[in-house]
């Protein structure tokens, strides 16, 4: 069974640092990792998606790496901002057998201070 | 946006009483999912639907069932609420399985009393 680990848990930083958010999976047999943002009581928006074939996506100043064979994948942000505040969470579609839909790790809460 | 609608978006109900949340996305999307958020657990699968008619269960199926009779809805049915079933309920759409980005709706808040 596929299990999604999201590390740290939560992080607060001064705006303009440079942070990056780490996601680690139990197994390497993906077809995508995806990585989501929420924001308090709603929906999840959707970042960047890294299919299994890629090593990174970048979208403005995010930008999230693949590691299929150590099981990690990084959001680096760069030059925060305190519009950034939100929980961040990644998920992985596994390519094996069993149901479909994406497993996801519990977040990083990221607070932003101005 | 993706045009995805949940209804309704806040329930109230009482346990042992049947429930229904509608999802419905204006996308022509082939495939829909149906999770719950809970403190602790995070997002988990609970069924998912690959084109009209064709549903299958996810990780926490027990105590739900699902249909979707028309591309653009996909009902989930909590058939007797259980204290347990309080939750955040989310629907996601794809437009395929392995590439695409799951879009996800504003999500149900459900309490079961």
Redesign the interface.
């Known amino acids: 069974k596929q299990e999604v680990t999201q590390i740290p848990a939560a992080l607060s930083v001064p705006e303009g640092e440079n942070l990056v958010l780490n996601c680690s999976f139990t197994d390497s047999a993906i ?2 990792l ?1 990585w ?1 943002r929420q924001d308090p009581g ?5 970042l960047l ?1 890294i ?1 299994s074939s890629q090593r990174e996506q970048t979208s403005g100043r995010l930008n999230a790496s693949l590691d299929k064979s150590s099981g990690r994948s990084t959001l680096y942000i760069a030059a925060s901002q305190p519009g950034d505040s939100a929980t961040y ?1 990644c ?1 992985a ?1 596994h ?1 094996g057998g069993g ?9 990083t809460h990221l607070i932003i201070q101005p | 946006d993706a045009g995805i609608t949940q209804s309704p978006r806040h329930k109230v109900t009482e346990t042992g009483t049947p429930v229904t949340l509608r999802c419905h996305q204006t996308e022509n999307h082939r495939y829909m999912y149906w999770y719950r958020q809970d403190p602790g657990h995070g997002l988990r699968l609970i069924h998912y639907s690959y084109g009209v008619k064709d549903t299958d269960k996810g990780e926490v199926s027990d105590g739900y069932s699902v249909s979707r009779s028309k591309t653009e809805d996909f009902l989930l049915t909590l058939e007797s609420a259980t204290s347990s079933q309080t939750s955040v309920y989310f629907c996601a759409i794809s437009l395929g399985r392995s590439a695409e980005t799951q879009y996800f709706g504003p999500g149900t808040r459900l309490l079961v009393l």
């Open positions: 077809y995508n995806q989501f709603k929906g999840l928006t959707s998606l299919q969470l998920a579609l390519s149901a479909d839909g994406l497993t996801f790790g519990k977040g």
